[in-house]
T-cell receptor, first 113, second 111 residues
Framework: DTEVTQTPKHLVMGMTNKKSLKCEQH?????MYWYKQKAKKPPELMFV???????INESVPSRFSPECPNSSLLNLHLHALQPEDSALYLC????????????FGSGTRLTVV | GESVGLHLPTLSVQEGDNSIINCAYS??????FIWYKQESGKGPQFIID?????DKRQGQRVTVLLNKTVKHLSLQIAATQPGDSAVYFC??????????FGTGTRLKVLA
């Protein structure tokens, strides 16, 4: 299995809702990432988990809460989002840091109404 | 601050011609670079990488060139095909988990 699987593919949520994005990989990768991508822009790093521990938080608002239940799973819990949080949320994984590169999932297209 | 890439340009190329996509980076400590291809509605897909101890690397129909003197990276696509139409991002890292992505280039292949 050489894929990163993200669910759901599309999500519409109200500003008072709580929802979760899920990401799964079975490549034995030890690092997992959440990126946010607005239209016609490059991906922006949000969080990095290394060996199931949060190692980087790029000053992301607390309405985004990551969770890494095990080495294969990564969640992003969403609460009280704003319309400007609408974007494509990408999960990625890598064997390690540095010179290993990422494998990206296809993303979750999130719309906040 | 650090930045990679240019404002998003669009490159239009005739099918069968060669394409060259450019990227500038500013962090002289970066030692690993990747080109990603992103098709509409999909996540970025790894194309080719290069380490800072190399200046050229070839793959299938793609070549990456690295000029550390002027901090410039380029992606060459030979015999461009309609399936090559996408947005292309360069990304750099200095050996950490964090990659910095360039602003991207949209490649349009004309039939």
């Amino acid at each position: 299995d050489t894929e990163v699987t993200q669910t759901p593919k599309h999500l519409v949520m109200g500003m008072t809702n709580k929802k979760s994005l899920k990401c799964e990989q079975h490549m034995g990768h030890r690092a997992m990432y959440w990126y946010k991508q607005k239209a016609k822009k490059p991906p922006e790093l949000m969080f990095v988990y290394s060996y199931e521990k949060l190692s980087i938080n790029e000053s992301v608002p607390s309405r985004f809460s990551p969770e890494c239940p095990n080495s294969s799973l990564l969640n992003l819990h969403l609460h009280a989002l704003q319309p400007e949080d609408s974007a494509l949320y990408l999960c990625a994984s890598s064997q390690g840091g540095g010179e290993t590169g990422y494998t990206f999932g296809s993303g979750t297209r999130l719309t906040v109404v | 601050g650090e930045s990679v890439g240019l404002h998003l340009p669009t490159l239009s190329v005739q099918e069968g011609d060669n394409s060259i996509i450019n990227c500038a980076y500013s962090n002289s400590a970066s030692d690993y670079f990747i080109w990603y291809k992103q098709e509409s509605g999909k996540g970025p897909q790894f194309i080719i990488d290069i380490r800072s101890n190399m200046d050229k690397r070839q793959g299938q129909r793609v070549t990456v060139l690295l000029n550390k003197t002027v901090k410039h990276l380029s992606l060459q696509i030979a015999a461009t095909q309609p399936g090559d139409s996408a947005v292309y991002f360069c990304a750099e890292t200095s050996g950490t988990y964090k990659y910095i992505f360039g602003t991207g280039t949209r490649l349009k292949v004309l039939a």
